[in-house]
């Protein structure tokens, strides 16, 4: 007997997303590069993160990485999300945080 499992709705929009997105933004599901940017400076706002450890749920492809690493050379990174082909994007990515 094969068991089914119900794809959870939302790892099918973040599937056409990242299936359909031709810039990094629209692979997320953002508006545009400078609403995401903006979501960045806003966390990265909150102090200096250097040497610190950041848990990013739902990281998509790496955005935050990318952003909070131009910034700081001692950010120690773990990100996760729901949607496996985001994860083998940021894994091939960003191959040294695997």
């Not at 450890?53 to 996760?80: A, K, M, P, Q, R």
């Not at 496996?84 to 040294?96: F, S, V």
């Amino acid at each position: 007997m094969t068991k089914r499992y119900k794809v959870d709705p939302t790892i099918k929009i973040y599937d056409k997303f990242l299936s359909e997105g031709d810039t990094d933004h629209e692979k997320v599901g953002w508006g545009s590069a400078e609403s995401q940017r903006k979501r960045f400076e806003v966390l990265s706002g909150l102090g200096n993160v250097d040497g610190c450890s950041i848990l990013d749920v739902g990281c998509g492809i790496g955005g935050l990485y990318e952003y909070l690493s131009s910034i700081y050379t001692e950010v120690n990174y773990t990100g996760v999300d729901i949607n496996q082909g985001m994860l083998k994007m940021a894994a091939n990515r960003h191959p040294e945080l695997s």
